[in-house]
């Protein structure tokens, strides 16, 4: 099939013909595309697409915008800007530590979504006249754990304008988050996972024990390659941990496996569906979005694997007695594995490494006399043969503050 755009007017419009008939698609800004039906009329589709582009586009007319930005600049006072240029400037400054490795682009990139929210809202007020009620009324539309985020972040960005010299008053100040509820999602216990697992398909059962003995997170899993980061000799594993790429010392380990995480390993990599990429699967039907997505026909994108293992879970019926929203995640299994370490009495200085997590003392193997990064050795040897389940009161959640905070470590 090959797309074609068939008219000025139907911008956006896509069209794909093959054997079994025409398609229609609409590009929507975000790059998705969404289907406008199968051997419709054409002048149908194309009314489709001229509406679309009306209501998805400002249609604000060129008079109009170069009349407004003459009464702007009419009433623009240096001293008292408005928003959008504090915003704008506080957005440079963000970029610029991005680019000097002083914040993470993770949180860069979450910092800016914010701002982008802010620029639609107060772009017109002028910095002098943002009052604590503005910022109020924004934070009474989020959770709790969102205005978590918000709070810090717009007290910062009026210390910004206060050393800038555009207000003597931060209306931040006197903001208060509210404290974030309490957690609504269950944890695994091992009875749990194992129904799970034994009703699940065979890559999905590889994909599980990776992640219960490695303790790495869902987005590093998925990004193994067989060739690049396994080495079969040593039985080890070289994971560059995403969520700390854009780190100025990036966690990068080395995990030697023992018998239970090397035997779900080599199962991967002896699979009959031959693919670069340790977790895997042959899908049951692949399209052209689906393909071009995935850096391999047979790779396993991150949302793929919560997807699967959320309906595995479900067929199991072991979490029937919860709501939806309050079931263990495929992501839950980590912390199952930290605490499945921690009760086979592994010392908390060996899964926090394991997890990524070193101590101040251990990261300091990262770097040699040359100053270049060097993994850090570490090792998954759990097995849980050597663990009386019977006697693990998986209600006791008392384990070391720093164990428990790699429990309620979210995704990146």
């Known amino acids: 099939m090959s797309p074609r755009r068939p008219n000025r007017l139907a911008r956006n419009l896509k069209i794909m013909r093959n054997q079994s008939g025409t398609y229609y698609y609409y590009k929507m800004p975000d790059g998705k595309l969404e289907s406008l039906g199968k051997n419709i009329p054409e002048s149908v589709a194309i009314d489709a697409a001229t509406a679309l582009n009306i209501a998805l586009t400002d249609q604000e007319s060129l008079v109009n915008r170069i009349a407004r930005r003459a009464e702007e600049l009419r009433n623009y006072n240096p001293s008292n800007p408005p928003m959008s240029q504090v915003l704008d400037e506080y957005s440079h400054m963000l970029h610029v530590a991005l680019e000097n490795e002083k914040q993470a682009k993770n949180t860069v990139s979450i910092k800016l979504s914010k701002l982008e929210e802010y620029m639609g809202i107060w772009s017109k007020i002028r910095v002098q006249d943002m009052r ?9 539309t989020k959770t709790p754990h969102a205005q978590q985020k918000h709070v810090p972040l717009m007290r910062d960005i009026f210390r910004y304008a206060i050393t800038s010299g555009y207000c003597d ?6 903001l208060k988050a509210k404290e974030p509820e309490a957690r609504i999602r269950h944890r695994h216990t091992f009875d749990s996972y194992m129904q799970i697992y034994k009703i699940s398909p065979d890559w999905l059962k590889r994909a599980m024990d990776i992640a219960l003995y490695s303790l790495q997170r869902r987005s590093d899993l998925v990004e193994i390659q067989i060739a690049k980061d396994i080495d079969i000799q040593s039985c080890s594993i070289k994971i560059l941990q995403r969520k700390t790429r854009n780190y100025k010392t990036p966690v990068h380990i080395n995990i030697k496996m023992g018998g239970p ?11 009959p569906t031959h693919c670069p990429y340790l977790i895997h699967c042959r899908p049951a039907r692949m399209d052209r979005r689906d393909i071009a997505a995935k850096p ?4 396993i994108l991150p949302d793929y694997l919560t997807k699967q293992f959320k309906k595995w879970r479900d067929k199991s019926g072991v979490y029937d007695h919860l709501q939806s929203n309050e ?7 980590r912390a199952l594995g930290i605490m499945l370490y921690f009760k086979a009495g592994y010392p908390k200085e060996y899964i926090m490494a394991l997890a990524g997590h070193a101590t101040e003392d251990m990261t300091n193997h990262y770097i040699d006399g040359h100053e270049q990064t060097q993994p850090l050795q570490v090792a998954a040897g759990l097995d849980i043969s050597t663990i009386d389940m019977s006697n693990i009161n998986w209600k006791d959640q008392r384990i070391p503050r720093e164990l428990a905070k790699l429990i309620d470590d979210e995704e990146s």
Do not use: G
Request: glycine residues 0%; aromatic residues 10%; hydrophobic residues 45%.
């Open 132 to 140: 604590t009620f503005d910022l109020n009324n924004l934070l009474k």
């Open 169 to 174: 008053i931060n209306p931040a100040d006197q």
């Open 261 to 271: 995480l090397w035997s779900a390993v080599s199962d991967a990599i002896t699979s």
């Open 296 to 299: 391999h026909p047979f790779a």
């Open 327 to 333: 079931r263990p995640s495929f992501h839950d299994i």
